[in-house]
């Protein structure tokens, strides 16, 4: 069984966005954006870089979807 939060991520690469991922899991933006955080602190790694009001995979995130 895929991590919760390993989805949330690849299902935002998918989707390109916070809130059309929340839409997909049927979660919160806001719940997407903890889980995202708390993996991120987990790892060790940036996985979202800030454009604007979204956000983009870095290559530790895309590299990691990749092996998801």
Avoid: F
Avoid at 31 to 54: I, Y
């Amino acid at each position: 069984m895929i991590d919760p939060r390993l989805q949330a991520l690849r299902v935002l690469r998918a989707e390109g966005t916070v809130t059309a991922t929340a839409a997909v899991l049927h979660l919160s933006p806001p719940t997407v954006s903890q889980q995202l955080r708390q993996l991120s602190g987990e790892l060790g790694l940036k996985l979202l870089e800030p454009v604007g009001r979204r956000v983009r995979l870095t290559p530790a995130a895309l590299a990691l979807v990749d092996h998801v």
